[in-house]
Nanobody, 125 residues
């Protein structure tokens, strides 16, 4: 079965960095878009970043553009989210998600078939 397992979350001071990882199994990873979403307490889950299958194209939410970088390693079926210059408002549970990207791209939460369990990121100000 499909499994996405995130790691790398934690507590960091404002201005610091974290790198999240998402290991995938049960899918043909290289054919899947890998996206990152986050959910803060009391808020809806929102799009953060996506790295398209093929690995050369990525898109970001305006709130993280220039600070976060999505990447992937198809050889190890792992996606990454490098988060720099973290702010208190980045505090949330971060989820990776996978969607077959061969026909179209989407940043809509409900169009993603597979999800990780989430990892907590807390940024102290």
């Amino acid at each position: 079965q499909v499994q996405l397992v995130e790691s790398g979350g934690g507590l960091v001071q404002a201005g610091g960095s974290l790198r999240l990882s998402c290991g995938a199994s049960g899918i043909t990873f290289r054919q899947y878009d890998m996206a990152w979403f986050r959910q803060a307490p009391g808020k809806e889950r929102e799009f953060v970043a996506i790295i398209i299958w093929g690995g050369s194209t990525s898109y970001y939410a305006d709130s993280v553009k220039g600070r976060f970088t999505a990447s992937r390693d198809d050889a190890t079926s792992t996606a990454y989210l490098q988060m720099n210059s973290l702010k208190a408002e980045d505090t949330a549970v971060y989820y990776c998600a996978a969607r077959d990207g061969r026909n179209s791209m989407s940043i809509v939460r409900n169009e993603y078939h597979y999800w990780g369990q989430g990892t907590q990121v807390t940024v102290s100000s």
